[in-house]
């Protein structure tokens, strides 16, 4: 609960331990409602890299601009009323990069609703 419920950490470091890929996964779990961690050392841990790819792709989406971690919840729903998915975070802190491209594109492969997507402003 930790990662959940605290708002200021960016950065963990558990590498050494014996954290297992359930334990992974938990931490996966818990950063779906965390905005601010970017980084996780996991080195030397039970863990094969296999069981990090979720949790790598959850970090990566924590590097965008935060409007897109809403927007891929929706998605991921099919949400009904998600169609159109206009990307234009131009004045935000965080600009979105390939990264973000290949998140929303993982998204779309099982959404159904979605019919159009643009991405604008980004470097």
Same mark, same amino acid.
């Given at each position: 609960d930790m990662i959940r419920?605290?708002?200021?950490l960016d950065r963990i470091v558990l590498s050494g331990n014996a954290i297992s890929p359930a334990g992974a996964? #938990?931490?996966?779990? +818990? &950063?779906? !409602?965390?905005?601010?961690?970017?980084?996780?050392?996991?080195?030397?841990?039970?863990?094969?890299?296999?069981?990090?790819?979720?949790?790598?792709?959850?970090?990566a989406l924590n590097r965008q601009p935060l409007t897109l971690k809403?927007?891929?919840?929706?998605?991921?729903?099919?949400?009904?009323? #998600?169609?159109?998915? +206009? &990307?234009? !975070?131009h004045l935000a802190e965080r600009y979105y990069d390939d990264i973000a491209a290949r998140i929303v594109s993982d998204c779309l492969v099982?959404?159904?609703?979605?019919?159009?997507?643009?991405?604008?402003h980004s470097h």
């Open positions: 419920v605290n708002k200021s996964k #938990l931490i996966q779990e +818990a &950063l779906e !409602d965390n905005n601010t961690v970017r980084f996780i050392a996991l080195y030397k841990n039970l863990c094969p890299d296999s069981a990090l790819v979720d949790l790598e792709w959850h970090l809403a927007l891929v919840k929706r998605m991921r729903k099919n949400d009904l009323s #998600l169609v159109h998915i +206009a &990307l234009d !975070d099982k959404n159904t609703v979605v019919k159009s997507v643009a991405i604008t």
